[in-house]
């Protein structure tokens, strides 16, 4: 599969992650590799299969409805790299 | 409806629900409204690696009884999807939410216009995910501060098919799904804290044209606001295509203040979700017995309520409408009426005295202090006549507010408001009052019939409203026709 420039500042972009332009051709190559080596898989046929959708086989692992707070405040902010008072700080976010 | 120009209205809506449930939905953090910033967090919430969700139970089963309210097909087999985005009020950086298999499909409501014109909304579908946390843009800084109480309380996404057509139908429609959430006891149902939110998508086209450019409004934070929000779009896309211009399909935002709606700004120039199944919550099989066990909990819907109460107790629809606004007081009506099988009186009592009682109080009915059953006790005390209407709503109800404990019938006597029905005694006093008045006596016998009214104010006066008004007309009539 080819992969163009779009396609890799899309992903990019999805990521979240800048990608200095001297890095594309390289990128590229790599994206293409691994996705030409994963669609090896392509030549089986799985029409008639159904889905995975969670490695376990278990079905209706549920919890009832027991409220706990497990963490303090203290404990959850501790390790969040910005914080202002109570809250976690992040770096200003519009949407 | 059609907008200015001939256009039609195309109104779907997505009602989003906070689930009342202890817990949220897949960790056992507090799910409340308020309380300080990152107060209900565990490692689940903020996304610490190696955590994993397990799903509450009782969000599925609220999920199911809205679904069968809503005479939704529930869908047996149930996986989990990730929705992906990169926003800090959900650190995981996806919702888990529910793509390809919705708990509910299909299903809608049917909602009476203003114009008695009925019209079923149809539903698209019902699915269960979790709420984001909050954040709060501080104006001027170039940081954002993140409280994650709200990340991962239970939600449910109520989506109806593009079928409504005036934000009248829109705001009906809200309010028969909030009353509908409130009798499930499934969330109280409050816009303003955001426990049920709405968005609406509106566009517009010509009849018999394709759908045009979808606006998506959001922030309405309530059912009113709801139906500005839709007006105001309906007039803005109208003006659009008057000039020949493009509608866009975009997020736009309601501002409650100046009753407009203003393009949010995006980074994202494609929203690209990657939706795929969430591979840490095992599947969910909903069984026969799962579906009936919910059947058995569920309480008599409003609509059937209301409909059982103009079919069975013969109650005016306006009448069924109010006493099933809310479930407790219809609960409070079924409750007096098996003391007493006056329907209507009964009725009469809770939409006048009690309610305006209860919105003088600023309470609910919860908090009303009279038993149904000394209600029923009250108005059997006027339906036999022992103590007159106004009496018993003017000085008796109030009485009885006040010393709920004490009987009906013995306040009224302490009161002195037990009217006496004996004739005799009411005869005496119609004896004296005419007696002080022969001039008004001879001059009802020449024809000024009207005068019973003087006459039966003096007899009243005399009584201290303790007699039977009816009685008392009958028997000042009488006596006035002997003395031709």
Same mark, same amino acid.
């Given at each position: 599969m080819k992969i163009n420039r779009e396609t890799l500042q899309k992903l990019a972009h999805l990521a979240r992650i800048e990608i200095d332009p001297s890095e594309e051709k390289g990128l590229i190559k790599d994206m293409e590799q691994i996705i030409s080596w994963v669609e090896k898989l392509d030549e089986l046929d799985t029409g008639q299969?159904?889905?995975?959708t969670n490695m376990s086989f278990e079905v209706n692992a549920m919890r009832e409805d027991t409220a706990q707070n497990t963490l303090t405040r203290t404990e959850a902010l501790k390790n969040a790299p910005d914080r202002s008072g109570d809250f976690f700080k992040v770096p200003k976010v519009l949407d | 409806m059609m907008s200015r120009d001939g256009y039609e209205v195309v109104i779907g809506l997505e009602v989003h629900v906070q689930l009342a449930t202890e817990s949220k939905i897949f960790s056992s953090d507090v799910n409340s409204f308020g309380g300080n910033p990152n107060e209900n967090i565990s490692a689940v919430t903020i996304a610490h690696p190696g955590t994993l969700p397990l799903i509450n139970k009782k969000a599925v089963d609220y999920a199911i009884k809205m679904g069968l309210a809503l005479g939704c097909t529930i869908n047996r087999e149930l996986i989990f999807d990730r929705k992906n985005y990169f926003y800090p009020d959900l *650190?995981?950086?996806?919702?888990?939410?529910?793509?390809?298999?919705?708990?509910?499909?299909?299903g809608g409501l049917e909602v009476v216009r203003e114009d008695g014109q009925k019209k079923f909304i149809e539903l698209t579908k019902i699915h269960l995910e979790e709420d984001a946390g909050k954040s709060m843009h501080v104006e001027g800084e170039d940081y954002t501060l993140v409280d $994650? @109480? =709200?990340?991962? +309380?239970?939600?449910?996404? &109520?989506v109806t098919e593009p079928v409504l057509r005036t934000p009248e139908e829109a705001a009906l429609f809200l309010a028969e799904i909030r009353k509908i959430i409130r009798y499930l006891g499934i969330s109280?149902?409050?816009?303003?804290?955001? %426990?049920?939110?709405?968005? !609406?998508?509106?566009? &517009?086209?010509? !009849? /018999?044209? *394709? $759908? /045009? %450019?979808?606006?998506? +409004?959001? @922030?309405?934070? %309530? &059912?009113?606001?709801?139906? =500005?929000?839709? #007006?105001?779009?309906?007039? =803005?896309?109208?003006?659009?295509?008057q000039c020949g211009k493009t509608i866009f399909s975009e997020t736009r935002t309601f501002n409650p203040t100046r009753g407009d709606t203003t393009g949010m700004r995006t980074k994202e120039e494609l929203n690209d979700y990657r939706y795929f199944p969430e591979p840490d919550i095992s599947p969910l099989s909903i069984d026969e017995e799962w579906i009936r066990r919910l059947q058995a909990e569920m309480p008599e819907?409003?609509?059937? #309520?209301?409909?059982?109460?103009e079919n069975e107790y013969g109650l005016p629809a306006y009448d069924a409408g109010v006493l099933t606004e809310e479930k407790e007081i219809a609960d409070y009506f079924l409750d007096t009426i098996g003391h007493t099988t006056s329907y209507k009186a009964v009725s009469n009592w809770l939409m006048g005295p009690v309610k305006?009682? $209860?919105?003088?109080?600023?309470?609910? &009915?919860?908090?009303? *202090? #009279? !038993?149904?059953? =000394?209600?029923?006790? $009250?108005? !059997?005390?006027?339906? %036999?006549?022992? +103590?007159?209407?106004?009496?018993a709503s003017q000085q008796l109800f109030g009485y009885l507010l006040e010393h709920p404990d004490e009987s009906a019938e013995e306040s009224a006597r302490k009161l002195n408001l037990v009217q006496e029905g004996n004739p005799d005694r009411i005869l005496a006093l119609v004896e004296e009052v005419l007696g002080q008045h022969p001039d008004k006596v001879k001059a009802y016998l020449n024809g000024k019939k009207a005068l019973t009214g003087m006459f039966m104010g003096e007899v009243m006066k005399k009584? /201290?409203?303790t007699i039977d008004p009816k009685e008392t007309s009958r028997l000042i009539i009488e006596t006035l026709e002997s003395k031709r």
């Open positions: 299969v159904k889905p995975i | *650190p995981k950086g996806y919702q888990i939410t529910q793509d390809t298999t919705p708990i509910c499909v299909g $994650l @109480n =709200r990340a991962g +309380v239970p939600l449910i996404e &109520i109280d149902g409050n816009m303003e804290e955001g %426990s049920m939110r709405c968005d !609406a998508n509106v566009s &517009i086209r010509k !009849a /018999g044209e *394709p $759908l /045009g %450019s979808k606006v998506e +409004v959001k @922030n309405m934070n %309530s &059912i009113r606001n709801v139906t =500005r929000a839709i #007006l105001f779009e309906i007039e =803005r896309q109208t003006d659009l295509k819907l409003p609509q059937q #309520l209301k409909a059982r109460f305006s009682y $209860l919105n003088e109080k600023g309470i609910s &009915i919860q908090a009303f *202090p #009279l !038993a149904p059953a =000394r209600l029923a006790d $009250l108005l !059997a005390l006027v339906q %036999s006549g022992t +103590v007159s209407h106004t009496a009584a /201290g409203g």
